[in-house]
């Protein structure tokens, strides 16, 4: 009987789509040929829906799952980044006569709440007023990981900002747009005093709609600040509406970040920025530690974070290698954690492990078999609960609000042009789990959403 309904299940994987997703995605006009889709039930070895499978296709940020996945059994849910702070003088009645250093080890979850704690900590170990530099250790990564092109024309948008083994909140910059009878108001969700708003937005009355292709903005970064002008409309009907920009680079934000803070816990500062390695003669102050994996990735993937990821592919490789931290030891550490586990992803293709790329590359059976795997895994309840619930938060907040799958779903999206995807685990309506990976690779892949929530239904009437 067991033998029968695997022959079974195999021959229905070779099935045609179902009907409402092919309809779906022929009203989007997408090709069939351009889509891949694989389901597989956790308790089963064969799936139940194969489409194009075994094909190479850019995931976008479904690449995130591979990472986080590997992080998790890698450096286990337990993992936690330690900051360190060191200082290079004696400390007399309150006064650091010497350099602050502050030592990074990439922490993707460092916001500036972290750094408040850190720098609280400092003056509790008595040091008031710095007569000297503050210092950016940076060398747990390699020199060149910042000094790279951007994915795309948006220079300033957060999404293409560079790994740091000192990163201060993604280095980001939340712009918060509200507008009331009169007005509309322009705040930093995150103040710093060297960045100026010039507002030029006017009040429209039109609904909210595609509010961001309303308005635009420019970015000027003169030497230690920088202005940035809004030029367009908004309305009120959108309530409170943000945009993430990074106006300054890894080492400039924390500097500033760290100057407002200082001042703001009443400590005393005029020294400069300097970036170079710890000193031989430096004595350790303190060491702060970040909240463990298990919970930093649901950043990662709840709201697809590309730096975070892209940090966390840099601290699976140094941790299983060497310093200095390089994409290229985080990428040999994934492929050898994956022939632990006996799969041959012939055609994976890892560059930065967020999927913000051109090349990265992964077939629909492989995602699937992996979320197959890691189901029957210690660290499942792990990245379950990292993923996106449908219908009620993260970036499938939105979808399927109204069906009976509501709720019933955990899944990742992935978007990048010509690119659309969604992969996780769903229960169906007699509460058996599926595995569903679905990747379009289409110039009108914008639009296959409606075939996604399609597959979405379609797996949970499975009987």
């Known amino acids: 009987m067991v033998f029968t309904s695997l022959i079974l299940a195999s021959l229905h994987a070779h099935a045609e789509l179902p009907v409402t997703v092919a309809e779906a995605l022929k009203k989007a006009g997408i090709p069939q040929q351009n889509v891949a889709i694989y389901v597989q039930a956790v308790e089963s070895n064969s799936p139940i829906l194969s489409h194009n499978a075994d094909r190479s296709m850019n995931p976008a940020s479904l690449m995130k799952l591979v990472t986080t996945n590997a992080a998790l059994d890698l450096l286990t849910p337990a993992y936690r980044w330690k900051t360190e702070v060191y200082r290079d003088g004696n400390i007399e009645k309150g006064v650091l006569n010497g350099n602050l250093i502050i030592k990074g080890y990439g922490d993707p979850s460092f916001k500036a709440q972290e750094f408040w704690r850190l720098l609280m900590g400092v003056q509790q170990a008595g040091v008031k007023r710095i007569k000297g530099d503050l210092i950016l250790d940076k060398s747990y990564f390699a020199k060149n990981i910042g000094d790279r092109s951007t994915f795309d024309d948006e220079i300033w948008r957060a999404y293409n900002a560079m790994p740091s083994a000192f990163l201060v909140g993604g280095r980001n910059t939340s712009f918060k747009f509200t507008a009331d009878e009169n007005s509309v108001s322009i705040n930093q969700e995150f103040e710093l005093p060297e960045i100026q708003i010039v507002n030029n937005l006017k009040r429209s009355q039109e609904a909210c709609g595609d509010w961001r292709s309303r308005f635009g903005y420019t970015v000027k970064a003169p030497e230690n600040r920088a202005v940035v002008t809004f030029n367009g409309t908004f309305s009120p ?92 030891k985080g990428v040999a550490a994934i492929n050898s954690w994956l022939m632990t586990k006996s799969f041959d992803f012939n055609e994976l293709v890892v560059e930065n492990g967020s999927g913000l790329s051109r090349i990265e590359r992964i077939s629909a059976e492989h995602l699937g078999r992996m979320l197959v795997s890691a189901y029957n895994s210690p660290v499942m309840p792990e990245l379950m609960a990292s993923l996106p619930i449908l219908a009620q938060d993260g970036t499938v907040k939105k979808r399927l609000n109204e069906s009976q799958s509501s709720g019933r779903a955990h899944l990742k999206t992935g978007s990048i042009d010509g690119v659309s995807a969604i992969a996780g685990y769903e229960i169906d309506a007699n509460s058996h789990r599926h595995v569903l990976v679905m990747l379009v690779n289409h110039a009108n892949a914008a639009a296959s959403k409606s075939a996604q929530d399609a597959l979405i239904e379609w797996v949970h009437q499975q009987p």
């Open 237 to 328: 009907d959108c309530g409170e509406r943000y945009l993430e920009l990074s106006v300054f680079n890894d080492e400039k934000y924390a500097f500033y970040t760290f100057r407002k803070l200082w001042r703001e816990l009443g400590g005393k500062f005029n020294g400069a920025l300097k970036v170079q390695d710890t000193p031989g003669n430096a004595v350790k102050v303190l060491v702060q530690y970040s909240d463990p994996l298990g919970y930093v990735i649901r950043d990662i993937n709840k709201w697809s974070n590309n730096l975070m990821a892209r940090q966390l592919l840099l601290t699976i490789g140094v941790e299983r290698s060497c310093m200095p931290a390089t994409e290229g």
